[in-house]
């Protein structure tokens, strides 16, 4: 008893010593340390593994690299590599089977069958059941659970997919289909039937030949490749012969009679197109003896006739061959010099312009009796509905012409007719100079040649910067002619300064403008002059040559005690009344010079001295002797 306790004690220590956990439910009877050599060889240097030994299934695809564990297996690593998906001493509910990247994700290619097409979207135990897969080849595995297996699924397509062909063709589906559908056949090759398709016959549809009945759709139906399987008689078995003899799969056309009748000994020669048409198209029901109507193209096209009744109003009733050959449809003969007898010749730009421009390509529905015959009719209004009013109604042609749009033909004496008679340098200013207005929404620049307004600012800039205010002026261009005429800017009229504040008189009258209006920046540019708040005081352009000597206050009144506008020599300067010495006796008659000869420095000028003159007799008289 007591050797009994205590081998058990050892096995157990051994086994929590050796075992680094429970196995797998799985591998549940081998969960003994006197088993280990079961799966592993000891004394080996390294860990080696014995899986195959027991999972020879898996054994053999590994030699053969057949299957999934074939092909991602490392040789190298051998069964060693078996761990890396398959881990065992986790316990016993542990799954034996580890994912890398998740069942979900498993690349199927890796098994050596690509899910391609529709396969990809398929669940994975929709064909890994025990509804598919081979009973023997899951015999060898050691699974307990089969319905938990991927092994032994084979991959023919018959073993998930049912045969709507019966058997007519084979098992092997990827001879004419593919995983993206079914109904995809591309991969057949009709050639390589007894039945190759030529001629009209490779554009037939399946369906055309291979008819659905009851639900099965037959391969293999025809006894024999001839025509009348498909084809009915068109001679009611006048021809006894094979169809072959005379026709052919890729016209219809007995080729017999195209090689050995000669058409050109009728009153109608097959020329142009008409050579290739089949026999039918004109002898209704192969009867060759009926008369068949053909002195005008209409006899045969009437119904087929593109232009409907354009033409039926012409002496000939719109024959085609006034515009067309039997070679081809298109181009067509109808000349730029036929279109010269319309009811519209093209001349001028006109004749460059491509028949579609007007007669716009519409197949069968294109219009070419048109009604159009104004210019407005096809080309767009380019002045925006500034002539729609009278005179012009919008009629191009008072100036323009088929020539050209450019050059204009209305002339300078038509502008005197206008709002606005062109005089003096207006004559010579370029027509786009004054009929070009920007676009408010910033588009590009367009001609205007109606405005509602006439005065010059609306095309001249203000070089006086709104200086003028319209008190002497009811309108703007009012206002420019009290100085500017349209003979020349550069010479004004003589302005009347009389209605300013400042009247010209004297020797100002011969002042010119620029010497008093000067520009701010002293550059010679008119713009930046000042005329409104020009000075009008005398210091405001005359240079103080008294170096400040009298009192300023009152620039005008002071300098006017002395001068006069007329003369710049002292005239009228009263001594009594404005100085402290009052002229008496015979210093009434002595000249100012002879008192005021002292000069002096002041403010950094020369200047003849008035104030601080000595008023001492000796200061200006010697003593008698």
């Known amino acids: 008893m007591l050797v009994g306790l205590a081998l058990v004690g050892a096995v157990g220590s051994a086994r929590a010593q050796l075992s680094p956990g429970p196995l797998s439910n799985a591998h549940r009877d081998l969960d003994s340390p006197l088993r280990c050599n079961s799966c592993h060889v000891f004394g080996a240097g390294q860990p080696v593994f014995v899986c195959t ?14 299957g999934y564990h074939g092909r991602v297996v490392k040789p190298a690593e051998q069964e ?12 016993r509910d542990f799954q034996l089977v580890h994912w890398p990247k998740g069942e979900a994700a498993f690349d199927h290619a890796e098994t050596g069958f690509e899910l391609t097409g529709k396969h990809g979207a398929v669940q994975c135990r929709t064909c890994h059941s025990l509804d598919y897969v081979d009973l023997d080849a899951l015999r060898e595995t050691k699974v307990q659970d089969p319905d938990r297996s991927f092994l032994g699924l084979p991959t023919d397509c018959a073993i998930c997919h049912a045969d709507p062909h019966r058997g007519q063709v084979g098992s092997d589906c990827r001879r004419c289909h593919v995983t993206e559908g079914f109904d995809d056949i591309s991969k057949f090759d009709h050639q390589q039937t007894a039945f190759p398709l030529t001629g009209r016959h490779a554009a037939m549809e399946c369906q055309g030949c291979h008819k659905e009945i009851d639900g099965f759709v037959p391969l293999n139906s025809f ?5 009348r399987n498909c084809h009915q008689d068109p001679h009611a078995g006048a021809f006894q012969a094979a169809c072959e003899r005379c026709h052919s799969t890729s016209n219809w056309l007995p080729k017999s009679l195209s090689q050995n009748f000669d058409h050109g000994r009728t009153d109608f020669p097959l020329l142009g197109k008409h050579v290739g048409l089949s026999c039918a198209e004109c002898h209704a029901g192969a009867r060759f003896k009926d008369p068949v109507p053909h002195t005008q193209c209409l006899d045969c096209h009437q119904g087929d006739n593109p232009h409907g009744e354009q033409f039926a109003g012409r002496a000939d009733g719109g024959e085609c061959g006034i515009c067309h050959t039997v070679d081809a449809f298109k181009p067509t003969t109808f000349t730029r010099e036929m279109h010269q007898q319309t009811a519209y010749p093209l001349d001028g730009k006109h004749a460059a312009v491509d028949c579609d421009s007007c007669h716009e390509p519409l197949g069968r529905g294109t219009v070419y009796k048109i009604s159009a015959s104004d210019c407005r009719d096809c080309h767009e209004d380019a002045h925006n509905g500034d002539f729609a009013g009278e005179p012009h109604l919008n009629q191009c042609d008072t100036c323009h ?3 050209g749009f450019r050059p204009s033909t209305f002339p300078l004496s038509k502008h005197r007719q206008s709002r606005f008679e062109l005089t ?12 070009q207005r920007d676009a408010s929404d910033g588009s590009p620049a367009r001609l205007s040649f109606r405005a509602d307004e006439l005065d010059c600012p609306v095309c001249h800039e203000d070089p006086h910067a709104g200086q003028f205010t319209d008190k002497w002026a009811k309108s703007p261009t009012e206002k420019c002619g009290l100085c500017h ?12 300064h009389s209605r300013t504040a400042f009247p010209l008189e004297d020797a100002h009258r011969a002042v010119l403008c620029r010497d008093c209006h000067r520009s701010q920046d002293g550059s010679p540019s008119v713009h930046g002059v000042v005329f409104k708040d ?18 300023l206050r009152e620039p005008r009144q ?8 007329k003369d710049w020599h002292p005239t009228q300067f009263d001594h009594r009344l404005y100085s402290a010495f009052p002229l008496d006796g015979a210093h009434q008659n002595v000249p100012c010079r002879l008192c005021h000869s002292k000069k002096q420095t002041l403010d950094a000028m020369e200047a003849t001295l008035y104030r601080g003159t000595p008023r001492r007799c000796e200061a200006c008289h010697q003593e008698l002797p």
């Open 80 to 91: 060693r590599d078996c761990a890396a998906c398959h881990r065992e001493h986790v316990g």
């Open 223 to 227: 006894s024999s490749t001839s025509c």
């Open 401 to 403: 012409t088929v020539q």
């Open 558 to 565: 002071a300098c006017s005690m002395c001068h006069t506008n």
């Open 53 to 66: 030994k027991c999972h020879e299934e898996i054994g053999s695809r590994l030699a053969a690299g057949q």
């Open 424 to 435: 003096g340098v207006h004559l010579a200013v370029a027509c786009i100079a004054c009929h």
């Open 485 to 496: 005429d349209v003979s020349t800017w550069a010479s004004p009229r003589q302005f009347d």
């Open 534 to 551: 020009a000075p009008q005081q005398c210091a405001g352009c005359h240079e103080d040559v008294h170096a400040g000597q009298f009192d």
